[in-house]
DNA sequence: CATCTATAGATAGCATCACTGTCCACTTAT
DNA sequence: ATAAGTGGACAGTGATGCTATCTATAGATG
């Protein structure tokens, strides 16, 4: 097909497609000439995907490159794809390690290893949830801490029934589709229902209408 | 204080300091002459929560100004403080009903009428959810939706025990403060344990190190 | 075959956002 | 007396995510 097809059948503009391929999220075209190409159902899959990724993931360009890159690329093992995609979701910035993030740091590995869990120190996560914690704390907000408890149950046991479902998908190739997607999409999901559950129980306690 | 003093306390440069003052997110300080204002220990913590929302929080300007005004604003319930916090906190688009989108739809209304939760239809968090569902099923990963259960239920239990939390708090002020900062951190908060929890529980699953 | 539309690729332009820097006429501190 | 700090206005900046325009060509249609 040609690209006014691929524009079609995706819902993207031709501009934007030209521009995500350029910034390599869908790669180009079979040339048949020199200002001709070909595209396939690859490249619709793959720009829905890249699609999905920056309009309802939230992610930026450069993070879809990067996840789209390591799903198609190279054979890394699931974990390791795990991983990067990890990397590539978290927004890296540079903190400052005072004695209050010190603090939030113990705390985390606290929580990380009273539930046995067996994380790099290197995973972004870790830094993010730190960095929340100690501006909790500088608020003055401690009495959140409490329920870190029930929080972290809560995204073990999610993260359980993920990876049961993940394993259920027979090839490589749909499991890390699947962990780049849902790695991606769930934290949408999951914010989006706690947001929902937030309001129920409010009305439930303060409401009278 | 003079803003020096502000800045230094809270971290935040002097040049921030006068944006947010312009962008509304801190008050000016009280004039005492035609280019000399004094703040006081308000305008430290307004700002370091201001800080706070943005920075770790992930919002933008105008949704920190108005989750920040709202706080300190007018005296609204509680439940309509967090109707508003929500509000500004989820980005609005305009989205395209289609057939995937309104079976999206019905099948939110299904968990939320499942659980017996009073949601208003306008809940912006509604919408967003809609989306990444009808998102993942165009993509074709219905797989996903099985999870969307233990999810809800998940959120439901978190719900309960942020709003006792919130109720154990005495003033009006400080449950109010509570909410808007915890809307806004405990997602931050909550998807980071859920990263951890996933390469916790794939090393566990996949790893053998 | 003429003509009209579509195309690839390159480049430039645009709007938004969150600052950051500069300037001025002044205080205030030493 | 002099240096440093201040409030407010306004301009400038760098990153991001597109859009628009241009050129030389290719395919589609009468």
Redesign the interface.
């Known amino acids: 097909m040609r690209i006014a097809e691929l524009s079609r059948r995706t819902g993207v503009p031709i501009p934007t497609i030209k521009y995500y391929t350029r910034e390599g999220l869908v790669p180009p075209g079979e040339r048949t000439g020199p200002n001709q190409a070909r595209y396939d159902e690859t490249h619709v899959r793959r720009l ?2 890249a699609r ?1 990724l920056v ?2 993931g939230g992610l930026s360009i450069a993070s879809a490159r990067e996840v789209l890159t390591l799903m198609s690329g190279p054979g890394l ?3 390791e794809t ?2 990067k995609a ?1 990397y590539a ?2 927004p890296r910035k540079e903190r400052t390690e005072d004695e209050t993030w010190r603090r939030a740091a113990a705390e985390v590995d606290a929580i ?1 290893s009273e ?6 120190e290197s ?1 972004p ?2 830094g ?2 730190i ?3 100690a ?2 704390r ?2 003055g ?1 401690d ?2 801490f ?3 408890g ?3 149950e ?10 049961k ?1 993940l ?3 027979g090839d490589l190739e749909g499991v890390l ?2 962990l780049v ?3 991606a ?23 009278a209408f």
């Open positions: 829905k995907l999905a309009e309802v093992s699931t974990l795990l991983g990890q979701l978290t990380v539930r046995g869990w067996q994380v790099r995973n996560a870790r993010t949830l960095d929340a914690l501006t909790l500088r608020l907000h009495d959140f409490e329920i870190l029930p929080y972290a809560a995204a073990e046991r999610l993260a359980a029934d993920e990876v479902l394993m259920r998908r589709e699947g997607v849902w790695t999409l769930g934290e949408t999901v999951l914010a989006s229902l706690r947001l929902l559950a937030e309001e129920a129980e409010a009305t439930r306690v303060f409401g």
